[in-house]
């Protein structure tokens, strides 16, 4: 590891700042969990360590009846873990945190450092664009919404500007008769994902449905939603041929990259199972 | 036996609490005045020579004290343990004239801190000349192939053959019903010790050298560090504080602590190198890849009468401790059936890669995987239970191996009976629902080696035991403490002897300076040899004892004593005794004062080429195998091991569980992947060990006592053995479950869902 500068700004306002001045010198810094990893191994060599983690402003968990959630940058995996409100509303997001690696990394990781990071394995952002999440990012000139799915770009990067940051995590209230899960494949618990799956589904009164959302994870350089697959959900009563029919659909959406746990076409072969067992057990929650 | 006080029961580890504190004290955490960080410089290539190292750009740079390179500031000296064979020893601690495997250090820098050591390692500049290298045993052996090392014994790469057979192979195959030949592979391994390999050296001129370091073999760094620097033995301190893990990657002289002694020698300041994890994955020790052919013939009741085995081991770029894995895979593949002819030839194979050397189980896991795969599908062909083709060829106590081994105690019959009875085998075998199944393998294993090769005339194990007048007792021991527990068990042992509480022993360890030569950690060695060594000493001190005792309490006939509890009484009128401090400072009075010590040693008498006592154990798993996926849970692993008598039940049940996860990482997952020589996995990120959770929670180990003549008190190995059965205890739950067999390690989701998928296409054909 390179010696680095460390500044920890007292506000989001002197983050900005602080990140116009430098530009891309600077990193951000929160929880570290993956970003001490990087340094360590000499991918990554700033000159400056901005450290965000101890921002209070950027910690916390909200809900409102209309608006949904908002999750503060900063929020350790472990508060929306046990966090009763995240438990209510989207009980999908503390059981995946609760597979998040080890309760260690849960502890001072964030859940604004895992998608920034943008690990195209990590945990987050699958169940996130399932539940239709946006995010908050910050700059100097103002703020912007973005879709999860639009955050991410390839792997290790994201939209944000040099000078921006990642705010809050927005999340709409579910719609009845949703169901949504998330599920992940590793050979070694505690492990990052080699591959997963989230679908959530949302049914009409009459039982068809009436919005499907598909994303995974160690299937692209970025999390991927896929639409192509969600579409064959729209409008019809679901069934296994159906969901048979859409994992056929997602498959051909996927680009695995091989390495040295598994062949790139056992990693597609896996998330499509994923995605089957993800699709329906999300149906069973509703049915 | 529950006459014992201590012996037997669970007890607590003596360093448990500075351990979970973390007061405990490892080289790490050694800190000197002055002391300068050493790094060392590695080769990229796998095969090259050294045309120019050019240190000086290195030397300039400011906090740099100094710059080493094996052929301006070594000796030169080939070392490793193979003293009594000096052909096998074959490695410098740098590079002379040609580097074998990436990783291999070449130079070295001793600087203020690391930063500006590894600077300098950046500005030595190697000039090489790329040669070809191999990668492969089995294209290493072709002829024209890269020749690794030159040398009047190695030729086409084989640094050593190992051949043994018994009976009559070939007769005995025409008479069998059947004969079956299957090959398997092994993939290597690294032994994943938390604490990277690191020492810290003090030159304190004269000659005089102190080395903390962390082995498993004090008594080895001494004699060979001696041997490497041209110092007397006697003058160099060996001390082993705390060591976090040793697995048999431990048990070798190595450079970074040669290269550490050197800069401490050449600037007149303690040195400490530390190696990375990537330099430990790089620059380490591997456990042998292996290509195995094993040839069975057996009978329609389902006796083996004939087995011949073949090997060729990827042993690296040098030797390291390979010529005993060979010998000893060759050996445990027998365990533990009584083979009435056998034929086993096996190959010790260079390659451009790291070497490899002892790993838990010393060849066993590898022996035991192939064995155990291939009994399963005899027993199949047979149509017999696999539990049963086993109790049928079992060995029985006092079996012989014809000029090998003499086996005393045996507990297999009663090890494999409780394991089927504990886990409801019966109602369990071929009984399951599909994709769930049952799986046996058994093992037997060394309870120290009768090997020699560091060719040392000091005893196997020695230990000294001095009494205070207050009853407190120092224990003495060359024996290394690795994490396994053995320091506690020689308290437990002295304790019991002397019957005095364990708060009352203080062990002395860990520093050559002060303990007995003993040959240290490996093969299973410690409880029995120096634990004998260790009641020689007390039954010395307890002849005093008795003697004072009988003085002072003057009965008029002559009775046998004890001494137990704090007391020394008559063993048949146990109300008749003295307090054991009375006696004690009774005993040093009536000596002018003298000391109360005694001494012991153990080594080994008419044991055959082996080991003093063998172990034995079944180990049964069920599992669950995800048949979209292919991953394999394991539901409920049962062992019962037959170590004699157990010493520390709790010291046995750690050692058991230890044993078995890390046989799980090397069954379903663990793998050092290469590509032309390269570690393409050198970090725990990439490099996929078990972890708590993945541990299965109904785990249950069973001790099946018998009493080992050779041991103290009965005892025998229980730290090595349970490592050997797991990949074909496993692989035959697996078929079980889903029936297809995995001959090719490790085995990973991806190949069971290919052979599954293979397993269709022929059910859909046939």
Redesign the interface.
Known sequence: MR?FDYIAPKSVEETIKVLSEYKDEAKIIAGGQSLL?ILK?DLMAPEILVDIKHLSELDYITYDEKEGMRIGATTTHHAVEVSPLVIEHYPILSEMEHTLA?PQTRNWGTIGGNLCIQDPTGDVAPPLIALRATVKIVGPNGERILPMEDFSTDYYETVLEEDEILAEVRIPPMAPRTGVAYSK?R??????PIVGAAVAFTLNEDGTCADARIATNGTAPIPLRIPDAEAVFKGKKITDELIQEAVEVAGEAMECIP?????DE?KK??AK?YIKRMARKALSQIQ | MSEFSVIGKPVRRIDGLEKVTGAAQYTTDIKLPGMLIGKMLRSPHPHAKILNIDTSAAEKLLGVKAVITGPRDTLGVKYSNWRRYPHLMDETALAMDRVRYIGEPIAAVAAVDADVAEEALSLIEVEYEILPAVFDPLEAMKDGAPQIHEGPTVRNNVSEARHFEFGNVDEAFKKCDYVREDTFYLHPVIHAFIEPYNSVARYEGDGKLTIWTSTQTPYYIQTLLAMALGLKEGNIRVIKPHVGGGFGGKMELFSDQVVAAILSMKTGKPVKVELTREECFEGGRRRHPMYYTLKTGYMKDGTILAKEAKLYTDGGAYNAMGPTSLYLSGFFQMFPYAIPNYRYDGFHVYTNKTPATAMRGFGGPQAEFTCDSQIDMIAEHLGMDPAEIRLKNRMKPGHVIPGLAKVESCGIKECIERAMESTGWKEKKGKLPKGRGIGMGCYGFMSGGVFNWINSPYAYSGAMVRVNVDGTVDVYIGSAEIGQGSDTVAAQIVAEKLGVPMSDINVVRGDTRTCPPDLGAWGSRQTLMVGNALIMACDQILDKLYKTAAALMGPNVVYDYAAKDGRVFIKERPERGLDFVEVVKAAIRADEGNQLIGRGYYTPHDKGMVSPAYSFGAQVAEVEVDEETGKVTLLQVTTAHDCGQVINELGVEGQLEGAFVMGQGYTLSENLVTDQGKILNPSFVDYKLMRAPDVPENFTSLMVETYEPEGPFGAKEAGEGLTNPNAGCIANAIYDAIGVRITDMPITPEKILKALDEKKKKEAKG
């Open positions: 010696d990893n191994q080890f494949f050979i070694v618990e505690g492990d990052a390495d040295i746990v598994a062949s056992y072969r896996v199972v």
